[in-house]
């Protein structure tokens, strides 16, 4: 058994005054299966680039094993698939065999090698650096969200492959490609960093237990505290009217038994003193608990609803872009209340559909669309790069309320000090907040969201789920996160070139 030791880690940025990680220790198996997981911006990505030496830092980290980071940098994406494979996996000609293993492993045809990277998919490109990686000899790998190029089917083939591999980490926050590949959860919280044994859904199980006790506990030392505070006083003041009868009641002439309420005045102030000290040890107890329930506030949405009930209807559609045909046949109508779920392999056409219908001009179409007239759309963009400049700015820019849009923000788990950054220097998961946030601002009739979760935090993934199903908003929605889509879809549409 080889282990990874990190010992009394702390870091933080070059002009930040909170440290990401303070004096962290704990040790990892180099056979385990580990999920990481935590807030955006809670430090996954940071503790990876510790681990690969891109950081200084203070404490110490000791490992047997070389740490491989996915994704990899590509030099020249105009090579071969298969020179980039050997390059970084050092494997021989002779070996060609352990290649092809590989990726029929993932449903990869092994025509891919002889392909230039650049021309591969989004999801080959990722299957070509996971092999890449595998393959090397004495590499433990720190896999960096790697679903977000995944359409569903493969998301369910690349959790199957790395269930068959030992030693790594990876960060993912889609639940269903956690739980079937891991055996172990790292995760970040709000105090502390810890391991339990399991996939997420046996961890998040755990975790409301333990939610559950400790607020539980808490609410009884609360009532605890009130208890022994009020007994303390009352002991003490009945000590204090005790010590005052000692010398008597002025003219009476009677002599009182100084010994006897000496006595009983030291066993009340003793009763005091004892409920203080069970007091203090009640709120040390009590201070010990809390530390890590997460704050996720419920979300809310104020939507239109149209006069209309039909709001969109598309009848044997075909979509083209600068005259490429991108989508055909696509049928499907949109009534008030509708939530639908656009699936399908990636680059079949999924996010034009949602473009065409909020209007893009760069995109035609032959078939029958209509859209009900005064539909007001809200759209989230599966691209974030373009996002720069402080949060005020871009609320102005978006004609969005600054004070409801930061709220929405606070309530997904951004910090104060948060509000005063460029937009980009937020994390992945943070940027696409910004975008479900202004898009929670707008008062639409129909919203659209394409790849809305992409990069973010399991918690706030519940958060508006829970969201979507308690107000039904009208929306289309592309998403490959399946438990997600599974839970809020009213309606599910196939889109590509059938």
């Given amino acids: 058994m080889s282990l990874i030791n990190v010992q009394n880690l702390t870091f933080s940025y070059d002009g930040n005054y909170e440290n990401i990680f303070e004096n962290v220790s704990f040790g990892i198996d180099t056979n385990w299966k580990l999920g990481f997981t935590g807030r955006n911006g809670r430090g996954k990505t940071t503790f990876f680039k510790l681990l690969t030496g891109k950081y200084k830092y203070r404490g110490k980290i000791s490992a047997s094993v070389d740490f491989e980071y996915f994704p990899f940098e590509i030099k020249d994406e105009s090579e071969f698939a298969i020179d980039i494979i050997k390059e970084k996996s050092g494997i021989e000609d002779y070996d060609y065999w352990k290649i092809e293993k590989e990726l029929s492993l993932l449903d990869v045809n092994a025509e891919v090698l002889y392909r230039p990277f650049n021309t591969l998919s989004g999801g080959e490109k990722v299957k070509i650096l996971l092999v890449s990686l595998f393959l090397k000899e004495n590499a433990f790998l720190l896999i960096d969200e790697p679903t977000n190029h995944l359409d569903l089917s493969a998301r369910r083939k690349v959790s199957e492959y790395l269930n068959s591999k030992k030693g790594f980490i990876l960060v993912s926050h889609d639940r269903e490609f956690l739980d079937g590949c891991i055996d172990h959860i790292l995760s970040i919280n709000k105090s502390n ?14 975790k409301k237990r333990q939610d559950s006790f400790e607020t539980s506990q808490n609410e009884k030392l609360k009532k605890e505290i009130s208890k022994l505070e009020k007994s303390a006083k009352q002991s003490a003041s009945w000590s204090q009217k005790l010590e005052k009868t000692k010398n008597g ?3 009476s002439g009677l002599r009182p038994d100084r010994g006897y309420i000496g006595h009983k005045s030291a066993k ?3 009763r005091s003193k004892n409920s203080e000290a069970k007091k203090q040890n009640a709120i040390e107890e009590k201070s010990d608990l809390l530390k890590n329930i997460e704050n996720a506030s419920n979300l809310k949405i104020s939507f239109l609803k149209h006069r209309a009930n039909k709001l969109v209807s598309l009848k044997d559609v075909s979509l083209f872009y600068e005259e490429k045909e991108v989508c055909r046949n696509v049928s499907f109508e949109v009534n008030r209340g509708d939530r639908i779920f656009l699936c399908g392999k990636n680059g079949c056409g999924k996010s034009t559909v949602l473009k065409f219908i909020n209007g893009d001009k760069n995109i035609s179409f032959k078939g029958d669309f209509e859209k009900v007239s005064g539909l007001k759309i809200s759209y989230v963009a599966q691209d974030t790069s ?3 400049g402080n949060l005020r700015d871009f609320s102005k820019s978006q004609n969005i309320d600054e004070s409801l849009f ?3 923000l606070r309530k997904l788990d951004f910090s104060r000090n948060q ?3 460029d937009i980009k220097e937020f994390s992945g998961g943070q940027k696409k907040k910004v975008l479900i946030a202004k898009s929670l601002c707008e008062k639409a009739h129909l919203y659209l969201w394409d790849e809305p979760l992409n990069y973010i935090d399991i918690l706030s993934r519940t958060q508006i789920e829970d969201l979507i199903i308690k107000y039904s908003p009208t929306m289309i929605f592309v998403e490959h996160d399946a438990r997600f889509a599974g839970n809020i879809a009213t309606k599910t549409i196939n889109v590509g070139l059938q």
Avoid at 194 to 199: F, L, R, S, T
């Fill in 193 to 206: 960093i810890e391991i339990q044994k399991g996939n997420f859904s046996s961890w998040q199980e755990n």
């Fill in 249 to 251: 009641t002025r003219n």
């Fill in 268 to 270: 009340m102030m003793k």
């Fill in 386 to 388: 373009a996002l720069s």
């Fill in 406 to 408: 930061k709220t929405i």
């Fill in 419 to 421: 509000f005063e950054k």
